[in-house]
């Protein structure tokens, strides 16, 4: 039996994390309200409010009562059961980083992203990297100094891929990223000489209020309760989940882009039902949501691309689509549809780009975040060096830094170290996948059925429910076994090999 300070201990430490969630989820409405439906002259305010909840967190984070509420709790965790523990160690860790950046720095970075933000936005439509530059100067400059605050043993980078993926290092990924590169540009090249696949039809002219009804569809056929996510509108597609019952997908519609926004909406689709999964008694607690970014980029790409793009999942949709553009698609069929979506070329965006290429670009943002925080790299010479890369990687040339380096918000969103979780997402991915054939024969047969309740309820139980109960690395070795990107580069291989019909 638990002594009475530890029970109430406990007790404290749930109405801390009942106040932090809350926090959470007013500054998480605020910044999706900011990136959906405010008028674009607003982030004056918006950034006073954001200073302010995030002053109120910082206090509740690193305060006297937090920091006495854990050392009695750390004193006496052999005695907590498993999901308190793990929210002792969560907060621990939090209070630990954040005690160790003033105050003045933590808020005055929480109104620069919020800034930031909006400046991104218009220069990216603008096609104007000398407005967003300064702000990036600073955002840059900040990770680098949080960095240190973060982790001091450990280099600046890898301190800040462990705040999305845990135990990540570039050691690591190095290695992974070598290793893929090494069967992904040889089999792009075979790709590349064979007999190219028409996807002409796709950039048809496509309403977009159509669009907008294919996307409820979309979240109807993904089996997404309706009455707890919502979809709007935005620049860059993400997804917010403020708790099990509250989570808000985005997408972008463009007239003669049929796939992009259907596959955002898959994609997002994909972390809305991780978060929706996580059982309710992580709600409001320290352990809410889904563990790491690389394990949440698993679950996105999972339904994007080894479903969403699958034989079997197309010949169920692709009738329902025809049906809502009966003129565009009229002498189109579930296989040339099929092999459109699929097709792989080099190509300017990382989010409409194919499974076989997206991790290349992924490669890009890569070695361009490690040079901006190791100092090698200077934010006004950011273009010239992604725009080199993507000749490099990609053997294209970028016409413009709408289409090149201000393409994608994160970085206006302070997300340094996220990137990478996109291909450690689509390699956790293919192994789930592999686990899950050998667990689940007639899979396909349920899928080309329509029905991904097998595949939704094998993801429930082995990832969902834990929300962010176990660390990334025991969460998929658990689920898995160890981690091993070979099934990503056999998937891929398997795939592309098929798909072009290539000769051995």
């Known amino acids: 039996m638990m002594d009475q300070s530890v029970t109430e201990a406990v007790a404290k430490l749930r109405e801390l994390e009942e106040k932090r969630a809350a926090l959470y989820h007013a500054m998480g409405v605020v910044n999706y309200d900011a990136l959906t439906a405010a008028p674009k002259d607003t982030a004056e305010g918006r950034g006073r409010t954001m200073g302010v909840l995030s002053g109120m967190e910082y206090e509740l984070t690193t305060g006297a009562e937090t920091v006495a509420v854990l050392d009695v709790l750390m004193a006496h965790i052999a005695e907590l059961d498993e999901q308190t523990a793990r929210e002792v160690?969560?907060?621990?860790?939090?209070?630990?980083?954040?005690?160790?950046?003033p105050a003045e720095e933590y808020t005055a970075y929480s109104v620069l992203v919020n800034d930031a933000q909006s400046?991104?936005?218009?220069?990216?439509?603008?096609?104007?990297?000398?407005?967003?530059?300064?702000?990036?100067?600073?955002?840059?400059?900040?990770?680098r100094t949080f960095a240190g605050y973060y982790n001091p043993d450990m280099k600046p980078y890898d301190a800040l891929l462990n705040e999305y993926e845990e135990g990540m290092t570039m050691e690591v990924l190095d290695g992974f990223f070598e290793n893929l590169r090494a069967v992904i540009v040889p089999l792009l090249r075979r790709v590349m000489a064979a007999p190219a696949i028409d996807d002409s039809f796709l950039h048809r002219s496509y309403p977009i209020e159509k669009q907008r009804v294919l996307s409820d569809m979309l979240m109807e056929v993904l089996g997404i309760d309706r009455s707890h996510c919502s979809i709007g509108e935005t620049e860059h597609p993400f997804t917010d989940g403020f708790n099990n019952k509250d989570v808000r997908i985005t997408t972008h519609y463009h007239?003669?882009?049929?796939?992009?926004?259907?596959?955002?909406?898959?994609?997002?689709?994909?972390?809305a039902i991780y978060e929706l999964g996580c059982e309710d008694r992580f709600n409001y607690t320290a352990a809410a949501g889904g563990v790491s970014m690389g394990i949440h980029e698993s679950q996105s790409r999972f339904f994007e691309n080894i479903i969403g793009r699958s034989r079997a999942f197309i010949g169920f949709l692709f009738p329902k689509i025809r049906e809502m553009f009966p003129e565009q698609l009229a002498d189109v069929d579930a296989e040339m549809f099929y092999r459109a979506v699929n097709k792989?070329?080099?190509?300017?965006?990382?989010?409409?780009?194919?499974?076989?290429?997206?991790?290349?670009?992924?490669?890009?943002?890569y070695e361009i975040e490690k040079r901006l925080i190791d100092g090698s790299l200077a934010v006004h010479d950011l273009p010239a060096a992604w725009n080199a890369l993507y000749r490099e990687y990609l053997g294209i040339d970028v016409p413009d830094d709408r289409s090149g380096c201000l393409q994608d918000s994160h970085w206006s969103g302070g997300a340094i170290g996220y990137f990478p979780s996109y291909a450690l997402g689509s390699a956790y991915g293919a192994q789930m996948l592999h686990c899950m054939e050998a667990e689940l024969p007639g899979l396909w047969e349920q899928v080309a059925a329509g029905n991904l309740a097998p595949v939704k309820e094998w993801l429930r139980e082995h990832i969902h429910r834990y929300a962010s109960l176990y660390?990334?690395?025991?969460?998929?070795?658990?689920?898995?076994?160890?981690?091993?990107?070979?099934?990503?580069?056999?998937?891929l291989t398997d795939k592309y090999t098929a798909l072009y019909g290539l000769k051995d």
Not at 89 to 101: T, V
Not at 351 to 361: G, I, N, P, Q
Not at 471 to 491: I, S, V
């Open 255 to 271: 007239e003669h882009e049929l796939a992009s926004s259907m596959y955002s909406v898959i994609h997002e689709g994909g972390h």
């Open 471 to 491: 660390a990334p690395g025991e969460l998929f070795e658990r689920a898995c076994g160890k981690f091993d990107a070979a099934h990503f580069a056999a998937y």
């Open 119 to 143: 400046v991104w936005q218009r220069a990216k439509n603008e096609n104007d990297f000398a407005a967003f530059e300064p702000y990036l100067e600073k955002i840059v400059a900040y990770n």
């Open 344 to 365: 792989a070329e080099p190509s300017l965006i990382r989010t409409e780009s194919d499974e076989l290429t997206y991790a290349l670009h992924i490669m890009v943002r």
């Open 89 to 101: 160690q969560l907060m621990k860790k939090a209070n630990e980083q954040i005690s160790r950046i």
